[in-house]
Nanobody, 124 residues
Framework: QVQLVESGGGLVQTGGSLRLSCAASGRTASNYAMGWFRQAPGKEREFVAAVHWNGFTKNYADSVQGRFTISRDNARSTVYLQINSLKPEDTAVYYC?????????????????WGQGTQVTVST
């Protein structure tokens, strides 16, 4: 079992930045690929970014490429999502997820473990 707890969300103005954190617990948490997903009101949950357990292999949605940076610190069992140049369309609940690399990056997949989500609201 892997437990995931997100933090760092909040209200920010357009153009601002946030850093989301996802603390993982469980004996094998560092062995999993980790991903960030988001769900805006009235929309389906969508993939944002993922990082392999090795910390080097990463994948991003086209809509966030160049603005979002995912990273992980296996010593702290924590994954981060640095969000820059925020736009109103980035407003959503952001979820952390853990699974195999294919489990977090394959379109339409449903990763094995999920956090409870953290709200990001971008004001105009």
């Amino acid at each position: 079992q892997v437990q995931l707890v997100e933090s760092g969300g909040g209200l920010v103005q357009t153009g601002g930045s946030l850093r989301l954190s996802c603390a993982a617990s469980g004996r094998t948490a560092s062995n999993y690929a980790m991903g960030w997903f988001r769900q805006a009101p009235g929309k389906e949950r969508e993939f944002v970014a993922a990082v392999h357990w090795n910390g080097f292999t990463k994948n991003y949605a086209d809509s966030v490429q160049g603005r979002f940076t995912i990273s992980r610190d296996n010593a702290r069992s924590t994954v981060y999502l640095q969000i820059n140049s925020l736009k109103p369309e980035d407003t959503a609940v952001y979820y952390c997820a853990a699974d195999t690399w294919l489990g977090v990056t394959t379109k339409g997949s449903h990763p094995l473990y999920w956090g409870q989500g953290t709200q990001v609201t971008v004001s105009t």
